[in-house]
């Protein structure tokens, strides 16, 4: 296993954090991704800059957690989550989740349970600047929903 969580201010390079990932082991005969970005438009209004927040230690923690849910629920070999905090742009990356198994199904579900995961459960508060001034994000009811559905199955 690699290190599988990391939160950080830096941008990364997907290519090849994912390379990385695949290097771990042999057997990988799949790697699936989520790559994050900041949109311009939320809720309706112009988004000029977002700051993303955390609790250090327990953030890594609670990730580390959701990864080895994961691992639990399907037959993945390794999983890594990349977070960004601080002050983002429009377009800058936020969050990269990629998952190895040897076969695709397991890989989409794994990851997808993650970022489900993450968008709910994830120590992280999300202030964005729009025209109207700074305002606090909560998760969007359709990312309860998605949470919902694994609860549902797990």
């Not at 695709?104 to 202030?127: Q, S």
Request: one cysteine or more; charged letters at 25%.
């Amino acid at each position: 296993m690699t290190a599988r969580v990391r939160i950080q201010a830096e941008d990364f390079d997907a290519a090849r954090e994912v390379a990385a990932l695949r290097a771990t082991n042999p057997k990988v005969g799949g790697v699936v991704t989520f790559l994050g970005t900041v949109r311009d438009l939320n809720e309706g209004a112009q988004v000029a800059a977002m700051e993303l927040e955390h609790y250090p230690g327990m953030t890594e923690a609670s990730i580390d957690a959701i990864i080895d849910q994961a691992l639990a629920r399907w037959p993945i070999f390794d999983a890594l989550v990349i977070h960004r905090v601080g002050p983002l742009l429009p377009q800058d990356q936020i969050v990269l989740v990629a998952v190895t198994s040897a076969h695709r199904g397991e890989a989409f579900a794994a990851c997808e349970f993650i970022i489900d995961y993450l968008k709910t459960e994830a120590p992280f508060w999300k202030k964005e600047q729009t025209p109207d001034g700074a305002r606090w994000v909560d998760a969007r009811v359709s990312d309860d929903e998605a949470l919902e559905k694994w609860r549902a199955v797990g």
